[in-house]
């Protein structure tokens, strides 16, 4: 995966992409690289000086209170909200001033940025067509995600399972590298959960990177490789999952640590 355009990659799509993997292995930037990231709103200080970055190829869980900042931090990222500090960079650069954001990076940030009217499949349609992106990866994201039978169905009679399926739909139509969800689980049954799990190892294990906010802590214990935690705007924690669950404690154990209780 280059960290600064396709120019050595090869396609792949065995399930979870497809992704533009590099063919060197050689020095490339993170794939996330926050550094001092502050802000504020008015007098409220959302985010307070965190710094954290993720290498190529991992599962990162996200976890804090509500409230702690957390999607705040996502928005940023995303260029969604501008820092009044620091920065936020993906593959090395703000998400701005990436040249085709759509094959970079996949974001779903909320569940119910759907039109009810709209069809699944006429939803995707109709990102693809504004993304540049061919009509025929609709379909296979379809695929990807396992809601085929429901696309041409209207949104509005999808469950909320269901729509946190077509938005990571929506998220991979471009092919990203990065994947930045915020609460994928969210209404997902047991299976549901269960394959969200492998979806995203597997789409880890071809080079992709996850970053993801969650409060199922049991199910962040099953799918990440670190942890960072925020609480109040700040960093609290960061780190291996498996060096921070060291001698026998819990994820849990730990989370309610750090943050006080608090959940």
Known sequence: ?????????????????????????GSRDPAIK???????????????????????????????PNGAGKTTT??????LAEPTSGEALVFGRRYGELAD??????AVLESNDFHPGRSGRDHLR?????AEIPSSRVDEVLALVEIEPAADRRVKTYS???RQRLGLAAALLGGPELLVLDEPANGL??????????????FAE???????SSHLLAEVAQTVDQILVIDRGRLVASGRLDELTARGRTLEDVYLELTGGTS
Not at 206 to 212: A, F, I, M, N, S
Request: aromatic share 6%; no cysteine.
């Open 126 to 130: 109709a990102l693809a067509l504004a």
């Open 34 to 64: 926050v550094s001092s990231l502050t802000k504020r709103y008015g007098e409220v200080l959302a985010v307070d000086e965190v710094t954290f970055s993720l290498d190529v190829g991992t599962v990162t869980g996200f976890l804090g």
């Open 189 to 202: 049954d047991p299976s549901g959960v269960h394959w969200l799990r492998s979806f995203l190892r597997g």
């Open 1 to 25: 995966m280059s960290a600064t355009g396709p120019t050595a990659a090869r396609s792949v799509n065995d399930g979870a992409g497809p992704l533009l993997v590099d063919a060197d292995a």
């Open 160 to 162: 909320l399972g269901m």
């Open 206 to 212: 071809q080079g992709g990177t996850v970053l993801v």
């Open 74 to 79: 996502l928005r940023v990222l995303l260029g």
């Open 101 to 106: 954001p759509a094959s970079r990076v996949g």
